[in-house]
Structures are given as structure tokens and as C-alpha cells.
């Protein structure tokens, strides 16, 4: 028998039935469990916060993805950052502030060795771990700089302009030198984009005019777009690359179904004719580079220079119904739930 | 006035209406005229050979190209290859062998330095200049070297697997260490594939079935598809993809109209999950590398180690429906005209 932390109680979710796209609260369910003791190599972690993330829709879908779908009845996996409670593995304290797929639960027994990483930057938020300053932020900073390489003065496109993801996308460009268009949906999240990120120009593609108000805002087309909605935004980005345009698919948040298989603008020809390229981007290919890219970033937020939001629920049963509100466009900023 | 030549007539092959999607005969007219004699700069070639290629569907289109469409009335663009009869550029003399975009005309008025190569290698015969020695050859191994980049070993899947470029490509990648299936219309050309250009596998695409041959075909899915169809051999191939796949987009021969734009599967989300890449390739964006590949092509030729097919048809008249023979699969070989 695996024996328990006496006075402790590991509160977790569970995903309760297979989702088919986006799942809702009747997916998921909320238990209460004891919390083990740590094995050898084992560490223990009360997390803090958890987070919600658009990969995890396809984590929970039985489609082919780069990882397996989570079992029913399992801890559904996430992104969470917390505190090391009990170690048994040489490289962590009791103490420390780690981040890992800790699954959306009170209590994470994991393998020392599984841990993302520990978090250094103690001088700031911990939630900015699972943000600007966790796989969010590097997504941003290694997809834009490795398969963008946008040089300055060029056009830098992104989609879910206001989100986590793409808040921090616009503002790297802007860094390194680019122009910036977002596009994100409602008069709220444009709003964002133009007076918070500082985007140069921000198109609300809810509010029709897509294509007329892309090709106003760039007029010479744009040589990169970091796409995390495939969908309407992407079809009318499609016509308007310049040549040797580099088209990042970092996210399709805007299908919310991909079996069967959907149709959409064969990009083939825009492909050739501008001789451009497509690449998908996934951020766990890139560890080497993550910690160039925090220390990076984490020296922009002590400057100033880069902002974020952050929209928090409070408590498992919150967790539900979270990536629902994500894929709804409900939050105003990165989504995180904060644990009781 | 114009100075013309004594004694010469040129026939010409002139773009007569604007066709949508593949021009037919009725699109091009055959017309006689005087031979301009060269001013400053200039240099006359007497053609020898007329290509005849997919891309030509293109320039005669009113749609967003790399290049602006033929005018009507017009000479029709063409690459071709002769010798030169008169010059007035320090560059060329009388006698040497040429090519370049020279229309469908027995004779060409050129700025010499306009024209895109002169043929040194005069012990292989003259046509090679238009195909595995000319523009088909260098696309095969620039587009597959250069956007492929295959690492022996690995899978490559070529489209029009018989065509003068997709011959070429299926021999180069076997040179080059990789294993190779090719997609080819109809028994005669897979057969084509299988005893002359030596690919592992070849599939029929008219045949049906051509998800499972695919499949058996490439168990471990591709690793570099040369893609000259877009179509439904690219659909099939956008399954069979192995992680950090390279998709080369040379051509879009079975989309025959882009007016109204065509939709197809979604490729961004298997992109996403295999971390791939497409990429359209115009071979005219790498002169650079132009004479290193046609010395590696040539070398190759003289060693017997690759090997290729013409189909020739004679005179201007024939030129007429060569277009339209290329696009219903009718040649067995490089699609050639001689000049009468």
C-alpha cells in the first residue's frame, strides 16, 4: 500500500468522458484524494496555480496529436507551477518554486526528473511562470525568432492578438524592430492590442471587412504571421504574403474540430507564387533554448518594457468550464486557475 | 524602320486569346513576319528547341503570378535553346549554343544579356539544355537539395513521379542515399517509374485506393515530398507525413483553375502535429546556384547514372495543343518542340 501524507488532501479533476472538440464541464469531474509520500527520485509539489491552455484541447481528443490523449479518469494535464513540499530527488529543495506538466491538481507526486524547470525569477509573480516567463512567453519569443526570423521594418501578423500567446508576439516584434498587426476578436481585445501591446494597428475580425481592413493594414502584405487560429483570419491572411513570407502554425484554436477533416483555401499556390513558407512550431522541440529565452524575457518585464495580463479562477470546480471559456473567448488575458 | 534579315522568316507561335486554366489551340495562333537584324547589346538566335512546361499555364492567366502574363498578341514565352546567327553583345558569338526565355519563335531578337546560359556542354545532345540540363533538371535538384535538403535513408515522395522534373527528382534523391516512391497517371508511366527511373515504389494514382498504397508505400509516412500536382495525390500525402517533414510546392499541375480560388483539406494542423514544413520553390530565385547543378547533372549523364525521356513533337503548328497535352498526361517524356 502506497503510503499517504498524513493532514493532506490532494484535490484534483479528472477528465470524466471523451470530448469530441472543445470539452465542457460535463467532462471533467472534481475528486478528493489522498496525497502520497515521495519515492525515491520522487518529488512532491503543492502547486499554486494551474493553467489553461489551447493545447489542451487536443489533448483530450482521441485524434492523432504529438502526445497521447489523457486517459479517462486521469488527472487532466497541464501546465501548473507550485512549491516542492517533500523531495527525494538531489536537485530539489523543499522550497523551491518548480513548473511541469503537474496535471490540474492540489498535489503532484512526479519524477524529479520530469520537471520543466525551476523558477529563478523570484523577484517576480509566480503565475508569470505559466505566462510571459513560462512556455506562453518562450512559444512567443522561439516561435517568432527561430521559424519567423522577422528582420526589422518587416510586417509581423498575428492571430488571438490579445491572448497569452500572441500579446507576447506582438510586443517581441515590436522589440526587434517590426510592425505590428493584431487581430483578435471584439472591440474589447482591439482595444488591448492598440493601447496595451502596442500593436500598430489591431482588426476586431468579428466586426466583418477582413480582407479590406488586412490589406489597410498591410498594404505591401506581410512577411510574417504567427498563426494561432487557422480558420477565417488565416484564410484572408492567406492572400496577402509578401514574397518569402514565413507563416508560423503555432495554434488552429479557431477549427474546433478536426474529424472529419476540414476543407479550406488550398494554400498551395499562394505558397509558390510568393515562395513562402508554412512551418508548424511546437515549443517542447526547442528546450535548449528555454532558458535563453526566459532570461530574455524575464530582463524586459524588470525594465518595463513588456506587459501582460492575467485572468484568474478561483478553485477546481472553476477548472471545468475553463477551456470552454477559452476556446469562447471569455478571458482578458492569460487563463489561469488559482488553487484553494 | 526596323532593318530585317535577308532571305530569313520568322515563325512565330503568338498567345491569340486569354484562355482561363489550360490554354487549348484555340488560344494560339501561327503567323510569319521578317527577321529583325540585332542592334547594340543584341544577339539573334535560330531556335533549335521549344520548351514546353506546366508553368506556361500560368503566364497566359489573368491571376497574381510571379511574372506578368503574356500579353495577347503577343509570342507566346517560352524557354528555348539554338545557336546564335548574329550578335552584336561581346558575349556571344556566332555558332555557340544558348538558352533562355526565347519564345515560341524559329528566331529570337535578345539583349544578350537577357539570355540565361550558354551550352558548354556540346558532347550531350542539344534538347538536354531544355530538360535535365536545363531548367526541369536544375528545379529537380535545386528544389530537392535546397528545400528537401534529404539526409540519406530517408522516405522522398515525388508527384508526376514520371515527369521531366519528377524523373529527375526520383533519380537525384537515390543518388543521394534516399528511398523513393513515385505517384504517377496510368499503368505505362508507373511502369515508367519502376524499370527506368528506379524509384522503390510507384503508385497509380488513376487506380484507386490511393490512401492504402500510400500507406504501404511509406509505412513510416515521408520525409520530403516533391510536390508538383497539388491536388489529390497532396491531399492523400498530407496523412502520411513523419515529424519535421519537408513539403517542397514546385507545382499545382492537377488544379487546373485558381479562379475561383479551390478549397481542399486544412494542412495547418497536421503541420502543427508533425512539426513540418511547406515551402514553395521558383527555380528562377536560385541562378546563383544554376552552373554547380547542371556540372553535378552533366557528370552524372556522362557516368550513365541518370537517365531521362523527350517527347518530341515538329513544328509551330504542333505547338498549339502542347500546353494542353502536357495537362491531360498525354507526353511520355520532357514535352519538346523542334523547330521546323
Same mark, same amino acid.
Request: charged letters at 20%.
Given at each position: 500500500m502506497t503510503e499517504t501524507m498524513p493532514g493532506l488532501e490532494n484535490r484534483r479533476v479528472i477528465l470524466a468522458a471523451r470530448p469530441k472538440g472543445v470539452p465542457? $464541464?460535463?467532462?471533467?469531474?472534481?475528486?478528493?484524494?489522498?496525497? $502520497?509520500? $515521495?519515492?525515491?527520485?520522487?518529488? &512532491?509539489?503543492?502547486?499554486?496555480?494551474?493553467?489553461?491552455d489551447p493545447a489542451m484541447r487536443g489533448w483530450v481528443n482521441d485524434v492523432p496529436n504529438y502526445i497521447p490523449p489523457v486517459e479517462i479518469g486521469a488527472v487532466m494535464r497541464s501546465f501548473a507551477v507550485g512549491r516542492v513540499v517533500a523531495s527525494r530527488h538531489p536537485g530539489f529543495a523543499e522550497g523551491e518554486i518548480v /513548473?511541469?506538466?503537474?496535471?490540474?491538481?492540489?498535489?503532484?507526486?512526479? %519524477?524529479? *526528473? /520530469? =520537471?520543466?524547470?525551476?523558477?529563478? %525569477? /523570484?523577484? &517576480?509573480?509566480?503565475? &508569470?511562470?505559466?505566462?510571459?516567463? @513560462? &512556455?506562453? @512567453?518562450?512559444? *512567443?519569443y522561439l516561435g517568432l525568432t527561430r521559424v519567423g526570423a522577422p528582420e526589422p521594418g518587416q510586417m509581423v501578423l498575428v492571430s488571438t492578438a490579445a491572448g497569452a500567446v500572441g500579446s507576447a508576439v506582438g510586443q517581441i516584434a515590436k522589440l526587434l524592430g517590426c510592425r505590428t498587426v493584431g487581430v483578435a476578436g471584439g472591440? %474589447?481585445?482591439? *482595444?488591448?492590442?492598440?493601447?496595451?501591446?502596442?500593436?500598430?494597428?489591431? =482588426?476586431?475580425?468579428?466586426?466583418? @471587412?477582413?480582407?479590406? *481592413?488586412?490589406?489597410?493594414?498591410?498594404p505591401d502584405g506581410w512577411n510574417v504571421y504567427f498563426d494561432n487560429t487557422c480558420g477565417p483570419v488565416s484564410d484572408a491572411a492567406l492572400h496577402r504574403m509578401a514574397t518569402g513570407a514565413r507563416w508560423i502554425i503555432c495554434g488552429t484554436a479557431a477549427v474546433t474540430d478536426w474529424d472529419p477533416w476540414p476543407d479550406g483555401p488550398r494554400v498551395h499556390r499562394a505558397l509558390l507564387v510568393k515562395r513562402a513558407r508554412m512551418e508548424g512550431f511546437l515549443v517542447l522541440d526547442h528546450k535548449d533554448a528555454y532558458a535563453d529565452a526566459i532570461a530574455r524575457l524575464a530582463g524586459w518585464v524588470r525594465d518595463g518594457r513588456i506587459v501582460w495580463r492575467e485572468h484568474i479562477l478561483d478553485g477546481a470546480e472553476a477548472a471545468r468550464d475553463a477551456i470552454g471559456m477559452l476556446y469562447r473567448g471569455e478571458n482578458t488575458g492569460k487563463l489561469l486557475v488559482r488553487v484553494d
Open positions: 465542457g $464541464p460535463e467532462h471533467f469531474a472534481v475528486e478528493d484524494g489522498p496525497v $502520497p509520500v $515521495p519515492g525515491p527520485g520522487q518529488v &512532491l509539489v503543492r502547486t499554486a496555480f494551474w493553467s489553461v /513548473t511541469g506538466l503537474f496535471g490540474w491538481q492540489r498535489y503532484a507526486l512526479v %519524477e524529479g *526528473a /520530469t =520537471i520543466d524547470r525551476k523558477v529563478v %525569477e /523570484t523577484d &517576480l509573480p509566480q503565475s &508569470l511562470a505559466l505566462g510571459l516567463l @513560462g &512556455l506562453n @512567453g518562450v512559444t *512567443a472591440p %474589447e481585445k482591439t *482595444a488591448l492590442c492598440r493601447d496595451v501591446f502596442g500593436y500598430d494597428a489591431a =482588426i476586431d475580425y468579428k466586426a466583418g @471587412g477582413l480582407d479590406a *481592413a488586412l490589406a489597410a493594414a498591410c
